[in-house]
């Protein structure tokens, strides 16, 4: 009787695991752009690849879409191609009519285990998209309705920024948008081919966009286009400043130091303005160098005010000499000198 009931929670145990929780196989499209496949089991994705786990995550089954079920428990479904019809249904053999419109791959594999379970003791399911009810664009990063987003006919990138809502408030204003190479390369000078990796790349300025200042910007998005946009590169200003922070560059390349302290509320009473240092990153590594900087000479038109790259963090010092004057303290300036005392009041 003991290892019997042992047994029993074993069994219950093995089926409560969810075995749409393993990663597919790699997609085979047939006819259609293979979408690029989710990481194995142990193995991190691509940085060329993000937008397998894009479909797996985001993107929600719509009538006409096409897809295989790999079920080798159940031979009536296993490696074989379904469509979903237009009422948003899949009808399959053995598990019979199944609304399927709305929800993603993984959900999808749920009810198919759930269903399969009244047949089979531990049933495993991947649900695989091999044709889209029409061509997805992805959108990642920053933008303020990030994800998977159909073509319908001819759409431009400015039409498509309008659907996902534009940009977040701290995003760069400089949109990444990368096509692969079946799609042809980007009609842009700007444009970067990758023939080994087999896509093309282009970063476009919002600003530019938006004023159509380069009309030729607004382009035609095509399938499986990779749209990105990241958080704005910020640079830094510490010590001696007013209120000190991070200040985002948006779309400008630099920030000079006078901008800068500008809009940091310029310095404090004991900053030693011909001290003034930028911390510059060192390329593939963590350390900074030093830039001396001469912020009198530059405030007196002397010297050329100086550009701060994403990322520098411009240092104002504390005057040596109030900083020795506070260490002494005003009670014993008081004592040693009263007419000190008096003049520093």
Known sequence: MFLSKWAGCLLVAALSVPAFSQQPPPINTGQTPQTPAAATPGQAPSSAEPAGELVRDNYTFAPNDQILIRAPEADEI??????????G???LPLLGRIHTA???QSQLEAELVKRLRETIVQPHVFVIVTQFHSAPVFFEGMFRSPGIYTLQGRRTLLEMLTVVGGLQPNASRRIRIRRQAEY???PLPSGVEDPEKKFSTVEISLTSLRESINPAEDIVLQPYDVVSVDRAEMIYVSGEIVKIGGLELGERASMSITQALALSGGFTRDANRSKARILRPVLNTNRRAEIDIDLTGIYEGKVNDFP???NDVLYIPRSSERTVLTGIGTIGLSILN?????ALK
């Not at 009263?338 to 008096?342: A, D, G, K, N, S």
């Open 102 to 104: 709305g929800l993603t």
């Open 308 to 310: 701060l790259l994403p």
């Open 184 to 186: 042809g390369v980007i």
């Open 338 to 342: 009263p007419f000190i005392y008096l």
């Open 89 to 91: 249904f899949l009808n």
């Open 78 to 87: 296993n490696e074989k191609p379904f469509r979903i019809d237009s009422e």
